[in-house]
């Protein structure tokens, strides 16, 4: 069983920033790969960003140039550095981790709001 904790969301205006934390309760590296999901009102889950345990980094089109996914392996943490953000990007946004066998855990969210 692998316990994710996510934090780092809130309120921000348009253009501003934030970083969002995912804290594991196992050591990542024995993780195959770790990414970030939202889910804005009204619509499907969408991937954000994923980093694989060789260092392979997708991002969603929407967030190219704004968002960079990163991680700490002496914290067992990835990050989701947000910048410029829109008020598209609001949304509730989500952990993931899977390991190579298919086994996968999620984290209970964390939501981001822009508004001014």
């Known amino acids: 069983q692998v316990e994710l904790l996510e934090s780092g969301g809130g309120l921000v205006q348009p253009g501003g920033s934030l970083r969002l934390s995912c804290a594991a309760s196992?050591?990542?590296?024995?993780?195959?790969?770790m990414g970030w999901y939202r889910r804005a009102p009204g619509k499907e889950r969408e991937l954000v960003a994923s980093?694989?345990?060789?260092?392979?980094?997708t991002y969603a089109d929407s967030v190219k140039g704004r968002f960079t996914i990163s991680r700490d392996n002496a914290k067992n943490t990835v990050y989701l550095e947000m910048n410029s953000l829109q008020s598209e990007d609001t949304a509730v946004y989500y952990c993931n981790v899977a390991y190579s066998y298919g086994r996968q855990y999620w984290g209970l969210g964390t939501l981001v709001t822009v508004s001014s």
């Open positions: 980093l694989t345990n060789v260092g392979l980094k």
């Open positions: 196992v050591n990542i590296l024995t993780i195959n790969t």
